[in-house]
């Protein structure tokens, strides 16, 4: 899941997930889960329902997105409340 120096990074603090070619609901679980243990994770998803999921579980969990950058695919910082 984390992976070293990457100059695509958004945020150099976020803890980073890439669930790149896992389908929906994949990417939002690991992003739950990385978010038990950090302030700030940083996904990576190609599913195309990606953004959405993102956006309903910051709404059902009072989480913040950061940052979010659709370049080639989903790239989005997360933080918890």
């Known amino acids: 899941m984390a992976s070293g120096h990457d100059p ?32 700030e994770v940083e996904l990576w998803a190609d599913d195309p329902a990606a953004e959405g999921d993102v956006n309903t ?13 659709r370049g080639g695919w989903l790239r989005v910082v997360v933080r918890g409340a």
């Open 8 to 39: 695509r990074r958004l945020e150099v603090s976020a803890f980073l997930v890439d669930a790149r070619g896992k389908p929906c609901p994949v990417p939002i679980i690991e992003l739950a889960k990385a978010l038990r243990a950090h302030p």
């Open 57 to 69: 579980f910051c709404e059902a969990t009072r989480r913040v997105v950061v940052r979010l950058d």
